[in-house]
């Protein structure tokens, strides 16, 4: 089978059965995904039957003939990939992400239940209890349940398969039976109705050779018939009242018919565009209004993920003193201004450019982009329309939005209201009455078949252009990734003594200076983004940028770490999150005494320093541009040499952390890295051996805890300047002691019980699998590149570390694995509502 080229990358070719198959080569990826997307979705089903696409979506992972009860993720749990589904109003999808040693068997998986599933009384039992708990959880157990999906589609629409209620109703799903299962794949899940998209490194030649061995041969079935989505225009506006107990604020939700994209793609992306400048904005600009929170969404869904007819969707909680009745009057008087006038040309720009430089990052990413590409042709026959959209946004006239603007400005919207009231009320269910659904023809080829054998990951490809240090002592690292037009930029300082001691000062210093130099803004308005933030350990600045702009872009990164401060700064608002808490009271446990408060100005000559940093830039672009970008940009900026950390204390301590109004308790358990002779390989798979993947010993002696939806696991990282082995957990409170004396136990176990080949085997091959996702897009391969150095790993050995840790020894790994682990003492850090006297050591 030769696959018709749509672009330079995406090539598409149908199989004799009707499946079409979508094929995106993507030399920089070291995985593989896989999209399976079905035309049918919530819009598909029959009166009587609401919930039903939902419920399947569920099943189709519980077994097919091959692979039954619940094998389906077995080649993808143990090569570190993932796996999911999601059912929306015209489509269900199914996807994967794997090593290319997997892909074979991913492809099986998947013709296997596209050629036979199985459907049971346990296994529909057991996921309509599943899709009950998710309706609960999303629609009847939250404050504000169905707002604004999928009570707004009733107010939107009349036609039944338009307006009603996705998820249905749990009490009637449970009559579904297995027969009325395969009845609705029999109709619904034939090949011809069916996308099949692959993205990843191998060439499209030999993955057309797969799929035709693997799917070519299931039988071809008549497709289903089209779902009626007829719908009149509107011709008054249509109110829905509702009420909800427990809330203070009166929540708004308005749908506008949006044009097909079929039929008018600039008439939808202007109207995309101008829900994107409304919710940019401080309330409705020019009419007094303020709506704090306004939201918007071009579909119920997301853009381009319905056929017609869709919903722009605005949603808004309401301040006291606005009647709903008057914010709709603002938002018309909005759409009125922008028909006559539009938006000014710098407001369009920068928010297209804003636009397509999302679509572009998010489409870097080997999932979003093998998925997107599967939904475009599925709902219109155009998965090239993918790499289309940013010149169609950018292409987008003054007066394109102002037609946009009229249509909106004289719609007549639904309009969705939900107000605080004593008890919960919500309009009738749309209903329609339910037609008999014949029985569909039996299937046959149903047979099991042997399972594909696991083939050869792929090497990474080396990316590191270039390694320097510039007279600053700033480290400057370049990685080619030709995926997007844009250049992913992250800065990693470390905090040093003084910012150790003061991460909220930190936190502080940072908002003051975004806001003072009006740092996002700017780099928007090159084209990319920019964001400040710290964890307690690092400064990290992140963004992307088009390539052109790179220099500008570190000269307002410039300007924010080095911007005039005020004598005095406001406190953060809000405590950090338990992690957070837990480490900040180690890092003054090990730092030592802690320095007074510092002026802002002395926290950012000691914390904002270039010395020992670590700049990343991965994207299309050379490393003498990078060099000569960032020596341009920061070459002048310097700091103050960092003060010298306290001595270190005795790690055997336990720290508690009173919180008497937590229900659960974190434990934070961690020593000094010392594993003297141990290379890195033989480190990275003692952790993930110890409790750092899901077939550790941790996670399997303490799969209680994660049965009840708690955690422990292990880990390796950084504090202060000291490499550290650790192991976090969390517990209900009354098992706080168990755990952690459990804990104790495996400290003193790992030293006396080796790993064994067969544990080593199986953590190698996870840890050598997972590493692989770091370059599924290059915002990943920037954050790993950027860990990996701001630790002192060697970044240029990045693409051999797979192949060291599966090649590595179960002697070395056990070696690794005491000394990490079993060979020191633990200092402890316990938060919660605790007694010290029931945690300390027996």
């Not at 910012?499 to 803004?521: F, I, K, N």
């Not at 310097?638 to 009173?658: C, H, K, M, S, V």
Request: contains cysteine.
């Amino acid at each position: 089978m030769s696959p018709t080229p749509l672009t330079s990358r995406v090539s598409r070719f149908t199989l004799p059965n009707g499946l079409r198959v979508v094929v995106d080569t993507v030399p920089e990826a070291a995985r593989m995904a896989v999209a399976v997307h079905y035309g049918t979705g919530f819009r598909s089903e029959p009166p009587g039957r609401e919930g039903f696409a939902h419920l399947f979506e569920h099943l189709m992972f519980r077994g097919s003939a091959s692979l039954p009860d619940g094998r389906f993720y077995d080649h993808v749990h143990r090569h570190g990939g993932h796996a999911n589904g999601t059912t929306h109003q015209d489509y269900t999808d199914y996807y994967q992400v794997v090593p290319p040693g997997a892909f074979e068997r991913a492809l099986f998986a998947e013709a296997d239940r596209m050629r036979a599933p199985r459907f049971t009384e346990a296994e529909l039992a057991g996921q309509l209890e599943g899709v009950a708990q998710e309706i609960h959880q999303a629609v009847h157990g939250r404050p504000y349940g169905g707002f604004p999906w999928p009570l707004l589609p009733g107010a939107v629409f009349q036609n039944f398969a338009n307006a009603h209620d996705g998820y249905g109703d749990a009490d009637r799903l449970r009559r579904v039976t297995p027969a009325d299962c395969m009845d609705f794949f029999t109709t619904h899940y034939a090949p011809g109705n069916a996308v099949l998209t692959v993205a990843g490194p191998l060439p499209a030649e030999l993955v057309a050779d797969l799929v035709e061995r693997h799917f070519a041969d299931i039988p071809a079935r008549p497709l289903p018939p089209a779902p009626d989505l007829d719908e009149p225009h509107p011709q008054a506006e249509r109110w829905v009242e509702t009420t909800e107990p427990g809330v203070t604020a009166t929540a708004l939700a308005l749908g506008y018919r949006l044009p097909d994209p079929q039929t008018d793609l600039t008439a939808y992306l202007a109207h995309t565009v101008l829900a994107r400048l409304l919710s940019d904005r401080s309330g409705v600009p020019g009419t007094g209004t303020s709506l704090p929170g306004l939201s918007t969404s071009s579909g119920f869904f997301g853009p381009l993920d319905a056929k017609d007819p869709d919903a722009l969707v605005l949603t808004a909680l309401l301040p006291p003193d606005l009647a709903p009745e008057q914010a709709l009057a603002a938002v018309r008087q909005q759409w009125s201004h922008w028909s006559d006038g539009t938006p000014d040309h710098d407001a369009i720009r920068r928010t297209t450019l804003a636009m397509a430089g999302e679509h572009h990052r998010a489409h870097g990413d080997l999932e979003t982009r093998c998925r997107a590409l599967g939904r475009l042709e599925i709902l219109y026959g155009r998965a090239e329309l993918l790499d289309a959209l940013p010149d169609h946004l950018l292409a987008l006239r003054p007066a394109d939005l102002a037609d946009a603007a009229h249509t909106l400005a004289t719609a007549l919207p639904a309009v969705l209201v939900m107000r605080p009231g004593a008890t919960r009320t919500r309009p009738d269910r749309t209903t329609a009455k339910p037609q008999p659904v014949p029985p569909a023809a039996r299937l046959s080829g149903q047979e099991p078949r042997p399972l594909p054998a696991y083939g050869q990951d792929l090497p990474p490809t080396s990316a590191l252009l270039g390694d320097t240090v510039l007279d600053n002592g700033l480290r400057v690292l370049t990685a080619g990734d030709g995926r997007t037009p844009l250049a992913e930029v992250r800065l990693r300082l470390p905090l040093g003594a003084l910012g150790w001691q003061h991460p909220g000062r930190v936190e502080a210093l940072l908002r003051h200076s975004l806001s003072a130099t009006d740092a996002p803004a700017r780099a928007a308005a090159l084209g990319g983004c920019l964001s400040l933030s710290t964890d307690g350990q690092w400064l990290d600045a992140a963004g992307h940028v088009p390539p052109q702009a790179l220099r500008q872009w570190l000269e307002v990164l410039r300007s924010a770490v080095t911007a005039p401060l005020p004598d005095t700064l406001p406190p953060t608002p809000g405590r950090p999150v338990p992690h957070r808490l837990l480490d900040e009271a180690l890092r003054r446990h090990w730092g030592g005494a802690e320095d007074p408060a510092p002026t802002p100005a002395a926290l950012q000559r000691s914390v904002l320093r270039p010395a020992g940093g670590v700049l990343v830039v991965v994207g299309p672009l050379g490393a003498a541009a990078v060099t000569a970008a960032a020596h341009h940009a920061l070459g002048g900026w310097d700091g103050e040499p960092a003060p010298t950390p306290g001595p270190f204390p005795e790690p055997d301590r336990l720290l508690i952390l009173q919180d008497r109004t937590a229900g659960d308790v974190q434990l934070l358990c961690a020593a000094p890295e010392r594993a003297e002779g141990a290379t890195e390989a033989a480190r990275y798979v003692a952790t993930a051996a110890f409790g750092g993947y899901y077939g550790s010993r941790l996670a399997a002696r303490h799969a209680g805890l994660s049965a009840q939806g708690f955690e422990i696991y292990s880990g390796r990282d950084v504090l202060l300047d000291i490499p550290r082995s650790l192991v976090r957990a969390r517990m209900p409170r009354s098992q706080a002691r168990q755990v952690l004396t459990a804990l104790r136990e495996e400290f003193r176990r790992i030293a006396r019980e080796p790993f064994s080949s067969a544990e080593v085997a199986r953590a190698s091959g996870f840890c050598a699998a997972q590493l692989l996702a770091a370059f599924d897009s290059p915002a990943l391969l920037a954050d790993l590149l950027r860990q990996l150095a701001a630790a002192g790993h060697q970044v240029a050995e990045l693409d051999r570390l797979p192949a060291r840790l599966r090649a590595v020894s179960a002697d070395e790994v056990s070696s690794a694995g005491a000394q990490l682990f079993g060979e020191q003492a633990m200092t402890t850090v316990a938060l919660g509502d605790l007694d010290a006297d029931a945690l300390a050591a027996p």
